[in-house]
């Protein structure tokens, strides 16, 4: 009987509403989430290690890099020769290598999108060398919480309340971070800008004699990357400040290391 | 004077490959009425040699390449009457109407011939069906059983020009696909499980069906819109909750009937049922979760010298043992194995099956324990070796790679390794494709997934790999086997093919299928009941 591990796919093109879809055949049944805007994704419910059974991209202008990595070689191979032209459905047969690195890649959404119900994940899936996304933090509703101050986050005079997240111990070790990272929230008035600035502040501590690699970003579908950079006042320290309007929807936070960006 | 004279040799060879091809359910009750195959062969030998005398008085002849069809014409194969025809114009009716559609080949029909009296209209339609299946099947990427159920029910809806059926069904899965996506891309769909899919299914396949049901009609003129598919998935999700609330009874999992839902929505109110019946009989291994893995059990006897270990002696004697043992590997290897299994062995042996491929992995890993089993136990009295056409070529592969291992003086689980090419090129896939399959043949729930991936990952192991049957508290969470090759007695899971040693202990498998504690593996080790359960009892009772 058919599973998604025999590699049957479906590459979907749909110019109207601009949408790349994809679909591993089973019967299996399955579960389906929603990670962020413009991705959604499904897994057979009883597989903890499977690949996506079904996965919808919603194109803009064009995917962005980190969902040509989502998807791999052997999918985008095909997605690019549909893109541009009309509505078209095309099959292929992925071997069990490619159906291999697909569950490896989609881990960390696995993980959530199984997570049922949806707890906040402290500590994430990292494979393949790609990212973790650590979801349901309640970044925003951190973001209400916090009275308007005009206070930067790391002022001695203010209080500032850090949460704890866990990275996955070889993604911790390869960026040279310990495994534990904070995260706080901060509100502050950008003189320049005219308009007061909300966001996200990111610290990790470097594993001594080492220069951290760690990059962090919302998992919106941006594809923005952030380097955490030592603050002056704390060597070992390494800090990154992510602007976030509070009334958006809670993104998931992601972390990398910086072998393979450009930053 | 007839134009081809009786050839009893030649009528006893087809009649025994016709009682291998036969479906294994069948083969148990014709050999509690015979005895054996053999004896079924022989049986079916003696009424040909009547059958043919009586169609010669007819003035009629048996041409030599029709043995085979002969051969099935000669039992009656349904209900619990089944055996060797009593009937001699019975036999040279259904003789007839077999020749009367060409080439037939021998699987399918002894399909045609499990179909029940008032079926009869379905034997050409399921013939034709089977022949266009195969050209489809060469040309397009679609999962098999979706060709299979469409093309059944291509045919079953008739109406086409039988000439044009590939082109047909060809157009039918090109329109289903895009009308799947658009339907998929309007679908509305919930985060979290979909309740409505309580056993099988998903809103993606129940949409792919209900995608091909339309483009049938399309094609018989019948206008369709992504609405029209909506409405027929949401009737096959409700056909399909109704199915899994009537069990088939017997051992049969529930996912089957399923199955067969699918096949009978796609022939519509008019030729669902034909569908049905065409797709279920031709295609028995698409309902079966395991894709004919582990169904036959071959007993080991324990009253002779072990096959293997040094042999030494002349040049002579190592080509006769060698001679023997390869019999053994090849009796093990196509055991009860039924012509599409046995193309898949032959892709195999001969090196035709790319290492990551996922073609019958689940039976070629339940072979691969056969003979390992057999290799490092003791041997029994070699049973005879039926060599057929389609074999022949996997054979000589086999005979000349044990030769070779033997004249290396590798023996055990180290011949058998020399004698296969690998199965994997990565062996968490593999072990996580057969697991999806136990899942299916095992049911839903944490605990019979988790079981699935336990027996997986037991079972999918290379020759000379073992399980040791012990905890590793110390074992870090991450395996460091990145620097190369291991001792044999360490354990890695991630062991190429090739590499000899230990893959599990009760800590890795308890990482891997998820069980809490390594004494809750061990338990389920030691009562595991489903598929596959010798393969489990072989590592509780094994030595270390």
Not at chain 1, 229 to 245: G, K, N, R, Y
């Given at each position: ?10 590459v ?30 499904a ?33 985008m191979?095909?997605?690019?020769g ?48 790609l ?22 986050y ?14 996955p ?10 495994q ?58 390494v800090i ?7 009334g958006?929807?809670?993104?998931a ?11 | ?37 053999a ?24 041409p ?7 051969a ?15 009937n001699?114009a ?10 009367a ?5 021998v ?22 069906a ?5 050209e489809?099947r060469a040309?397009?990427q ?9 093309t ?12 044009d059926?590939?082109?047909d ?37 129940v ?27 949401a ?31 796609l ?9 049905e ?21 071959v007993?080991?006897?324990?009253d ?18 060698a ?23 032959t ?9 990551d ?18 290799l ?43 004698i ?9 896939g593999a ?11 095992i ?7 988790a079981?699935?991936s ?6 999918v ?6 399980v040791?049957?012990?905890?590793d ?8 086997c ?5 001792p ?30 390594e004494?809750?593996t061990?338990m ?21």
């Amino acid at each position: 009987m058919l599973t998604a591990w025999d590699g049957f796919a479906r590459v979907d093109y749909l110019p109207i509403p601009g949408r790349v879809q994809v679909t591993l055949s089973t019967v299996e049944p399955t579960v389906f989430g929603r990670p962020r805007r413009g991705l959604a994704c499904a897994f057979a419910a009883d597989d903890t290690g499977g690949p996506p059974t079904f996965v919808e991209v919603d194109i803009g202008f064009g995917l962005t890099e980190d969902e040509e990595v989502l998807l791999g070689g052997p999918l985008m191979a095909v997605v690019n020769g549909l893109v541009g032209g009309g509505p078209e459905a095309r099959c292929t047969r992925l071997t069990l290598d490619e159906v291999t690195a697909l569950a490896r890649t989609w881990a960390p959404y696995r993980d959530r999108v199984l997570a049922r119900p949806l707890v906040e994940m402290r500590s994430g899936t990292w494979t393949n060398g790609l990212w973790t996304s650590l979801a349901g933090l309640g970044l925003v509703a951190a973001l209400r919480a916090r009275p308007m101050a005009v206070e930067l986050y790391r002022d001695e005079a203010e209080e500032v309340v850090w949460h704890d997240v866990l990275l996955p111990v070889d993604l911790a070790a390869l960026a040279m971070v310990d495994q534990e990272v904070r995260w706080s929230v901060y509100r502050e008035w950008d003189p320049v800008a005219g308009r007061e600035e909300t966001g996200v502040v990111v610290r990790a501590t470097g594993s001594p004699g080492s220069a951290p690699r760690l990059l962090v970003g919302f998992d919106d579908g941006d594809g923005d990357w952030v380097p955490l950079v030592p603050e002056p006042t704390e060597p070992q320290v390494v800090i990154a400040v992510l602007p976030l309007d509070p009334g958006t929807g809670e993104p998931a936070l992601r972390f990398r290391t910086g072998g393979r960006t450009d930053g | 004077m007839a134009d081809h004279p009786f050839d009893e040799g030649r009528l006893r060879a087809a009649a025994s490959q016709v009682a291998d091809d036969l479906p294994p359910d069948l083969v148990d009750r014709l050999i509690t009425k015979y005895g054996t195959t053999a004896a079924l062969a022989e049986e079916m030998t003696a009424l040909g040699r009547r059958v043919w005398a009586h169609l010669d008085r007819r003035g009629r002849t048996v041409p030599p390449d029709t043995y085979p069809q002969f051969a099935v014409a000669l039992l009656s194969v349904r209900g619990r009457l089944a055996g060797v025809q009593q009937n001699l114009a019975n036999v040279a009716d259904v003789y007839t109407r077999l020749l009367a559609f060409g080439d037939v080949p021998v699987g399918v029909a002894i399909a045609t011939r499990l179909l029940k009296d008032k079926d009869e209209h379905l034997v050409g339609p399921m013939i034709v069906a089977a022949r266009t299946e195969r050209e489809v099947r060469a040309r397009r990427q679609q999962p098999p059983m979706f060709i299979g159920m469409v093309t059944a029910a291509v045919v079953a809806v008739g109406g086409r020009d039988a000439d044009d059926l590939t082109a047909d069904v060809v157009a039918v899965l090109d329109r289903g696909d895009i009308l799947a996506a658009r339907h998929r891309a309007g679908l509305k769909v919930a985060p979290g499980p979909d309740a409505g899919y309580p056993v099988l299914g998903n809103a993606d396949v129940v949409g792919q069906i209900a995608a091909y049901r339309v483009a049938i009609a399309e094609m018989g003129g019948v206008a369709a819109s992504e609405q029209v598919v909506a409405a027929h998935g949401a009737q096959l999700a409700t056909s399909l909750r109704r199915a899994m609330t009537t069990t088939l009874g017997g051992a049969e999992p529930d996912v089957l009937k399923g199955l067969l839902e699918f096949a009978r929505f796609l022939g519509g109110p008019e030729a669902g049922e034909s569908t049905e019946k065409i797709f279920g009989k031709l295609h028995p291994e698409f309902l079966s979760p395991m894709e004919f893995g582990g169904r036959y059990e071959v007993p080991v006897e324990h009253d002779s010298p072990a096959l293997t270990g040094a042999v030494g002696g002349t040049a002579d004697e190592l080509l006769l043992h060698a001679d023997h043992v390869a019999r053994w590997v090849l009796v093990e290897l196509f055991a009860g194995t039924r012509a599409p299994e046995q193309e898949v062995l032959t892709a195999w042996l001969t090196g035709c099956r790319p290492p990551d491929a996922q073609e019958g992995m689940a039976f070629l890993v339940d072979r691969v324990r056969r003979v390992d089993r057999r290799l490092r136990g003791p041997a029994g009295e070699l049973p005879e070796l039926v060599e057929r056409a389609g074999t022949a070529a996997a054979f000589a592969v086999v005979r000349s790679n044990v030769r070779d291992a033997l004249t290396l003086d590798l023996d055990g689980a180290l011949l058998t390794r020399s004698i296969f090419p690998p199965l994997w090129t990565q062996r968490d896939g593999a072990v996580r494709l057969v697991a999806s399959k136990l899942r299916l043949a095992i049911g839903r729930g944490v605990v019979n997934s988790a079981k699935a991936s336990l027996v997986a990952a037991v079972v999918v192991r290379a020759p000379a790999q073992q399980v040791r049957r012990a905890v590793d508290l110390d074992r870090p969470e991450t395996c460091s086997c990145d620097d190369g090759p291991r001792p044999v007695e360490e354990v890695c899971p991630h062991r190429p093919w090739g590499e000899a040693g230990r893959v599990e202990d009760y800590t890795t498998l308890t990482r891997f299928s998820g069980f809490s504690t390594e004494s809750t593996t061990r338990m389920h080790v030691k009562r595991y009941d489903g598929p596959w359960r010798e393969w489990m009892r072989e590592v509780r009772e094994e030595a270390q």
